[in-house]
């Protein structure tokens, strides 16, 4: 494997705000998080981490790859069942330590390991006097 | 202060994943990621973290309550500025170590602290030849 790339360093608070140059933040484990979104309806699909060579790769690639936490290595999202995320769109955060991705889903359309389309297939219960148990309900 | 409250315990992946009862999982500091969106239009308007206290107000008040890593404190967003965020829906995710806010802003319904309306205002080049060094437009 190449050296993973090295993106702008961090500059001033008002040109990672203002400013329209890419200089990502990294945390401590050397991730950043990201929000994957269906281009076309806008719902939430799942939340996943980027390490500088996912990140590399997806913008390359216009195909989603994350890094697994779990397994600790690259993680080209839908490798095997096909769901590939083809990305439409990216957006940094104000502070430049936060993806969005817009996508449409490949093959079947399903993001979640589960079966669900999306990982997000359950809702809370909302001003409950059951605190600290709340109930689930399916979306 | 009283004591922040204690959610459910963590089951069995299979309770996780698909039961209905509510057992998130916070971060070795104590923290659950929670992506905001604009439950009108779908934009993802922001990023932030919660702690057991912030998201059992946040369910109890249907507002918008995080914790501020930066001050290290409960932080009610928008208490200052007015943009407040009223939650119409809130949902977990599969593995329930990550949660996702549909929100109405009240006030001048701006989210971001720089102003803007979403803290994502900017694209990233997709595809482009120039890595690591990758130009941002406004979105």
């Avoid at 806008?42 to 690639?61: H, R, S």
Wanted: glycine share 8%.
């Amino acid at each position: 494997m190449t050296a993973p790339p090295r993106f702008a360093q961090r500059g001033t608070q008002d040109e990672i705000e203002s400013g329209l140059r890419f200089q990502p933040k990294f945390d401590a484990d050397g991730l950043i998080p990201a929000i994957v979104t269906e281009a076309a309806s806008g719902e939430v699909l799942m939340f996943a981490w980027m390490d500088a060579q996912a990140l590399a790769m997806t913008l390359n690639t216009r195909i989603g790859h994350f890094f697994s936490r779990s397994r600790g290595t690259l993680w080209k999202k839908g490798e095997e069942s096909g769901n590939v995320l083809r990305v439409s769109e990216m957006r940094i955060d104000c502070d430049q330590d936060v993806l969005w991705l817009k996508v449409v889903v490949n093959g079947d359309g399903v993001a979640c390991h589960t079966g669900a389309r999306s990982c997000f297939y359950r809702t809370l219960a909302l001003g409950s006097a059951a605190l600290p148990d709340v109930p689930l309900s399916h979306a």
